[in-house]
């Protein structure tokens, strides 16, 4: 009797067939791992706006999300929780600024129109609506107002609060006010 030397075609081809589906398995599971950031992302500033929101109806005052003093347009990488206090927002320390992580950004428009137009508060709220002013190039700070607002009733304005994009994988989150259940509601788009 000679010895066997080698392997089978149908050897080869289960160890193929075995290696591709490792493969396959692997690539998935990490896929899966880099999008689920995105997905902790958008939770996280989740909560961190209900934490906003809890405030105004525990403390009965206006709470409200004020852009970074940092911005030009309306692309923001942190966001900073505010207080209506002796009519002028000033900027609370609980909860913490909100720093944006994975290159991602929020906007606070929708088809373009400035959501800050779409406000419905009273007189002392609205007299402030420009949060910057650009002379020579250089961004100057004239008031900061908030582009969402928390009322103490558990009101909201506006609506559609904003959404948060990350460029680099083509997908958005965008934060709804729900007044059926009086809850945010974030909502998942593929760009």
Do not use: C
Not at 165 to 189: A, G, H, Q
Request: proline residues 4%; glycine residues 4%; without cysteine.
């Amino acid at each position: 009797m000679k010895s066997q030397r080698g392997f089978t075609l149908i050897e080869l081809l289960v160890v193929a067939a075995i290696l591709v589906t490792l493969f396959a398995v692997v690539t998935y599971s990490i896929y899966q791992s880099s999008e689920r950031r995105y997905f902790s992302e958008s939770e996280r500033l989740l909560a961190w706006i209900n934490l906003i929101f809890e405030h105004a109806k525990l403390e009965g005052a206006v709470y409200g999300i004020l852009p970074s003093s940092e911005a030009i347009d309306s692309s923001l990488t942190s966001l900073h929780p505010a207080l209506y206090y002796r009519r002028e927002w000033l900027e609370t320390k609980v909860p913490n600024t909100f720093v944006i992580n994975h290159n991602g950004y929020v906007r606070f428009d929708q088809d373009g129109e400035s959501l800050t137009k779409l406000f419905v508060v009273d007189d002392t709220l609205a007299d402030k609506n420009q949060a910057l002013s650009i002379s020579n190039d250089e961004v100057i700070e004239i008031e900061r107002s908030p582009f969402v607002i928390f009322f103490p009733d558990g009101y909201l304005e506006p609506r559609d609060i904003m959404s948060l994009s990350f460029p680099e994988v083509n997908l958005s989150f965008v934060f709804k006010w729900n007044s059926e259940t009086s809850t945010i509601e974030v909502e998942r788009f593929d760009n």
